[in-house]
């Protein structure tokens, strides 16, 4: 495994780099879109206090294996995407992401998305996972565009505060398939 950590990234249109403490207004703007939050139940920063100390504590950037960029489009922050809960034994990591919701519908996460697990393959991970909620299509339709597809889903995972429950489906992308493997 290549130990290259949160390098920046540019594909036609974004550039993904490290989150910096001058972001903390920008981000605490994305991070306040209540649209965000329909299918993730948590905003960590309700105040720009709170996003500076989440920035703070989200910028250990000298960890090789930690993995936390914006996307920055023409300069500005429209979202972030991360990869963590690295199992660097297994070479497996989670992906996560958030877009401005006024930037939805243009593809912007399907560009950092591919470009992200270009760069997590190069260094070496054999698998990327994400967890989505029930009914979040918008972000299933994207794991399927980046190639991903669902393996399964633990049911009755999520409680909701009026005491629903909703399963929490499970996708995954293998890098060099085994059935790609088979087939050569
Ligand atoms: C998940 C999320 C990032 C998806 O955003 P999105 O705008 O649908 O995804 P993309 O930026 O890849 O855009 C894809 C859309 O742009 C269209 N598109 C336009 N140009 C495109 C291009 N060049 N390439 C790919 N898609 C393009 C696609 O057809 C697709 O359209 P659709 O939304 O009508 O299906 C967004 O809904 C979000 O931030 N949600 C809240 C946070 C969240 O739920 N995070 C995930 C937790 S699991």
Not at 55 to 62: A, G, K, N, P, R
Not at 124 to 132: P, Q, Y
Not at 134 to 150: A, D, F, P, V
Request: glycine letters at 6%.
């Amino acid at each position: 495994m290549k130990e290259l950590g949160t390098q920046t990234i540019t594909t036609d249109r974004l550039v993904l780099r490290r989150f910096s403490l001058k972001d903390v207004n920008d981000y605490y703007e994305v991070i306040q879109d209540p649209q965000l939050y329909e299918y993730i139940s948590y905003n960590p920063c309700s105040s720009l206090e709170e996003t500076r100390e989440y920035l703070t504590e989200s910028i250990h950037y000298d960890d090789p294996y930690y993995f936390f960029w914006a996307i920055t489009l023409d300069g500005k922050i429209i979202g972030s995407i991360s990869a963590t809960n690295v199992n660097i034994f297994n070479r497996s990591i989670e992906l996560g992401y958030l877009l401005f919701s006024s930037y939805w519908h243009h593809g912007y996460m399907s560009e950092a998305g591919a470009a992200v697990f270009k760069y997590l393959q190069k260094i070496g991970f054999h698998k990327v996972v994400a967890f989505i909620q029930e009914g979040n299509t918008s972000s299933m339709k994207l794991c399927e565009r980046l190639g991903m597809h669902s393996d399964g889903c633990f049911e009755d995972e999520i409680l909701l505060k009026d005491g629903r429950y909703l399963d929490l489906y499970h996708y995954v992308i293998i890098f060099n398939e085994k059935n790609e493997e088979n087939k050569a």
